[in-house]
């Protein structure tokens, strides 16, 4: 079998982990996606392989950042630091183990939830602000997944591309 079609196998199935990586954290996602990118246009070497993993990367380091820029954005606005964020990082891991799939984002939510509550001592102001910063981490995970998913439709139609080419 060809180099070319191994490494492309091999990146469609790592862009597929990025991609659900973008969605459930434990997974790696946009990094992923720009080496996984990066490697195959390289290898592949051909005109179709470099330009459509070159915009294919653009976009995913656009929803990267986007994701990113959102969420501190918010975070700041909401004046919630980054104690209170460590310690939803850890319910999120403790959420993982005790509630199969979904129990990271629940742990992460109760987790900063409690932190804010502590922190602020009163319930309205904790869920509003934590409310809100949840809403800012799911928009940008959205965003995010959706750049890692057009990048991936991108880098169908180089493969496609390429091989019709050669």
């Keep these: 079998m060809d180099i070319t ?3 492309t196998i091999v990146a469609g199935l790592l862009l597929l982990v990025a991609t659900l990586g973008t969605v459930y954290p434990i997974l790696p996602g946009s990094w ?3 080496g996984t990118l990066l490697a195959w246009a390289w290898i592949l070497g051909s005109t179709a392989s470099w330009t459509m993993g070159a915009i294919a ?3 995913v380091a ?3 950042s986007a994701s990113a820029v959102l969420t501190g954005r918010n975070l700041k606005q909401q004046q919630i630091p980054h104690g209170s964020i460590v310690v939803a990082l850890i319910a999120a891991v403790v959420g993982m183990f005790v509630i199969p799939v979904v129990g990271l984002f629940v ?3 109760a987790g900063l939830l409690g932190a804010e509550m502590t922190r602020r001592k009163d319930f309205k102001a904790a869920v509003r602000s934590s ?9 940008g995970i959205l ?3 959706g750049c890692a998913a057009l990048a991936t439709s991108l880098w169908v139609i180089g493969v496609i591309w390429h091989f ?3």
């Design 5 to 7: 079609i191994i490494a």
């Design 32 to 34: 992923l996606a720009l």
């Design 57 to 59: 990367m653009v976009l």
């Design 62 to 64: 656009i929803g990267w």
């Design 107 to 109: 742990g992460f939510g």
């Design 131 to 139: 409310a809100s910063a949840l809403k800012a981490t799911g928009i």
């Design 143 to 145: 965003i995010e997944f």
């Design 164 to 166: 019709a080419a050669n």
